[in-house]
Nanobody, 125 residues
Framework: VQLVESGGGLVQAGGSLRLSCAAS????????VGWFRQAPGKEREFIAAINWDSGRIYVADSGKGRFAISRDNAKNTVYLQMNSLKPEDTAVYYC???????????????????WGQGTQVTVSS
């Protein structure tokens, strides 16, 4: 599965961005799609994930209230809507997938097998 992220960029604090994750070569059916981010010198951090088939969503506590994950079946695309952005949200954002097992949604990077190349998000103060 090839994943392509888009939608990153430079935004002022308090602004919003919507990231997109599209798959080439197949649909997201039978997969969980997750979003992670990695700031310089820090570990890759889980943000949110969605089970494509069941629609179950899991959002990390750090993202609740500001970040939302959604999907567009027709476009075979998963989105990460980010609101009220802060300078500490600056990072490279990655989407990733793992095979779904029932309603399970993974929240650790170890369970994700396919990764996109990442898209840079920079929030200025």
């Amino acid at each position: 599965v090839q994943l392509v992220e888009s939608g990153g960029g430079l935004v002022q604090a308090g602004g919003s961005l919507r990231l997109s994750c599209a798959a080439s070569g197949r649909t997201f059916s039978s997969y969980v799609v997750g979003w992670f981010r990695q700031a310089p010198g820090k570990e890759r951090e889980f943000i949110a994930a969605i089970n494509w088939d069941s629609g179950r969503i899991y959002v990390a506590d750090s993202g609740k209230g500001r970040f939302a994950i959604s999907r567009d079946n027709a476009k075979n695309t998963v989105y990460l809507q980010m609101n009220s952005l802060k300078p500490e949200d600056t990072a490279v954002y990655y989407c990733a997938t793992h095979l779904s097992i029932g309603d399970y949604v993974g929240s650790t990077k170890a369970v994700y097998h396919y990764w996109g190349q990442g898209t840079q998000v920079t929030v200025s103060s």
